[in-house]
């Protein structure tokens, strides 16, 4: 299977392209940008894709990071899945959603680290998405919710132990450790998989309620 993931919740947006080669070994092909600017997303598709040596057509999945995190990037993502799943038609390609905290707690695992870490995610307004994970050599289990919570919180988790990660974590806490939800995880993440939904049921992570204030009506002055 030939699995194209896109990651733009963070600060850091990355497009990966993942298959088999001939001797049954995952490989990966990604493309990263970083930066406040707009996301090239078309751009670094086409990147991805040159550098993993496929057309648009071989793609048989796509896994999508659905936040929580920035609002524009996560949409982003979530339009292009279901603009290409519209595209490809009935039998076409099949999509996957993950959340970008549990893309983030198995980039950790990759690169070696153990025991109790807390994802940590801006969620602006003072407050923070936090999903805590106890990670093993072969295993990985959330404890609890991904849930909103205020800074002071978060201190009170540091102090009482274990490793913060993030995107932006050390902006806050200096001792925390930066961790950027990455496209090619999330594409490893995806392998074997078989949880597709459709385009129109993809929903970006949103803990807090939307609230809409009606307008008032025009007022109609009189001479």
Same mark, same amino acid.
């Given at each position: 299977m030939k699995i /194209?993931? &896109?990651? &733009?919740?963070?600060?850091?947006?990355?497009?990966? +392209?993942?298959?088999?080669n001939v001797a049954g070994k995952l490989t990966s092909s990604e493309v990263i940008e970083t930066g406040p600017r707009g996301t090239n997303a078309i751009g670094m598709i086409d990147a991805a894709l040159r550098q993993a040596q496929i057309e648009r057509e071989q793609i048989d999945s796509l896994?999508?990071? /659905?936040?929580?995190?920035?609002?524009?990037g996560i949409r982003l993502a979530i339009a292009l899945a279901q603009g290409w799943q519209l595209a490809t038609g009935q039998n076409g390609v099949k999509l996957l959603g993950i959340s970008s905290p549990e893309c983030i707690a198995a980039q950790a695992q990759e690169e070696g680290l153990v025991g109790r870490v807390t994802v940590v995610i801006d969620a602006q307004?003072?407050? &923070?998405?936090?999903?805590?994970?106890?990670?093993?050599?072969?295993s990985r289990q959330r404890?609890?919710?991904?849930?909103?919570?205020?800074?002071?919180?978060?201190?009170? /988790?540091?102090?009482?132990?274990?490793?913060?990660?993030?995107?932006? +974590?050390v902006k806050w806490f200096p001792s925390g450790r930066l961790f950027f939800p990455r496209a090619a995880v999330l594409g490893r993440l995806a392998r074997g998989r078989t949880d597709f939904i459709a385009?129109?049921?993809?929903?970006?992570?949103?803990l807090r309620e939307t609230k809409f204030v009606k307008a008032p009506p025009p007022r109609i002055w009189k001479s």
């Open positions: /194209l993931a &896109f990651e &733009f919740s963070s600060p850091q947006r990355s497009v990966a +392209v993942l298959q088999s896994a999508v990071g /659905l936040g929580p995190g920035s609002y524009n307004r003072g407050e &923070f998405y936090v999903a805590i994970y106890d990670l093993g050599p072969e404890l609890g919710p991904l849930r909103v919570t205020a800074l002071e919180e978060v201190r009170q /988790l540091e102090t009482a132990g274990g490793l913060l990660i993030g995107p932006e +974590v385009g129109e049921k993809l929903e970006p992570i949103y």
